[in-house]
């Protein structure tokens, strides 16, 4: 069963200051991996997918990397701006679409 | 191009009373899936629907839970009777097909409040 860990729960930082997401994974045998966003009382917004095959993938300020071998992902923030404040989600699919408890991200004026 | 639709956007009921939430995926999108996000988790797969067939439906508390997609199109999951543990956003998602290589968009979702 697929199990999928994201550290830290959550992240205070100031803002400009450059961050990385953690996510971790149990199974590689994966079809792709998906990072979002979700504000509170909204639904998700889906920020960068990187299939198995790929190892990075770039949206703005907003890098992801992919270690299938080795299990692990990461969410590269540049340049943090309070708007950037809200839960980040991964999720990894196979058979179906398992997702990581979330890092919780506030990003001070 | 359209998102995925949900209705409604809030419930508030008291338990042991029924409710319904409704889902209207992306158009030509085959697959429909529903979630339920605890507060403070990640969304957790309740169903999965290919056309109007069932997927995988293996975390649906049956005893309870009920969703069909009986045209292929539209979706409704119901519960009845609620309980205090069912207080989560529902999460409605689709796909044009279902085997994982493709992107699931997701709807705004349904906040419950069981009282």
């Known amino acids: 069963k697929q199990e999928v860990t994201q550290i830290p729960a959550a992240l205070s930082v100031p803002e400009g200051e450059n961050l990385v997401l953690n996510c971790s994974f149990t199974?590689?045998?994966?079809?792709?991996l998906q990072w979002f966003r979700q504000d509170p009382g909204k639904g998700l917004t889906s920020l960068l997918l990187i299939q198995s095959s790929q190892r990075e993938q770039t949206s703005g300020r907003l890098n992801a990397s992919l270690d299938k071998s080795s299990g692990r992902s990461t969410l590269y923030i540049a340049a943090s701006q309070p708007g950037d404040s809200a839960t980040y989600l991964c999720?990894?699919?196979?058979?179906?679409?398992?997702f990581g408890g979330g890092t919780r991200l506030m990003v001070k004026p | 191009e359209a998102g995925v639709a949900q209705s409604p956007r809030y419930k508030i009921i008291e338990k042991r009373q029924s409710v319904a939430f409704w889902c209207n995926p992306i158009?030509?999108?085959?697959?429909l899936y529903w979630y339920q996000q605890i507060l403070g988790q990640g969304p957790k797969l309740l169903i999965q629907?290919?056309?109007?067939?069932?997927?995988?439906d293996s975390q649906l508390p049956k005893d309870r839970f009920s969703a069909e997609r009986l045209k292929g199109v539209d979706s409704t999951l119901k519960i009845q009777p609620a309980k205090l543990e069912d207080s989560a956003v529902y999460l409605c998602?689709?796909?044009?097909?279902?085997?994982?290589?493709?992107?699931?968009?997701f709807g705004p979702g349904t906040r419950l409040t069981v009282l």
């Open positions: 998602a689709s796909s044009w097909q279902g085997d994982g290589h493709y992107e699931q968009f």
């Open positions: 199974d590689s045998a994966i079809y792709n």
């Open positions: 158009s030509g999108h085959a697959t």
């Open positions: 629907f290919q056309n109007n067939g069932v997927v995988d």
């Open positions: 999720a990894v699919a196979g058979n179906m679409l398992t």
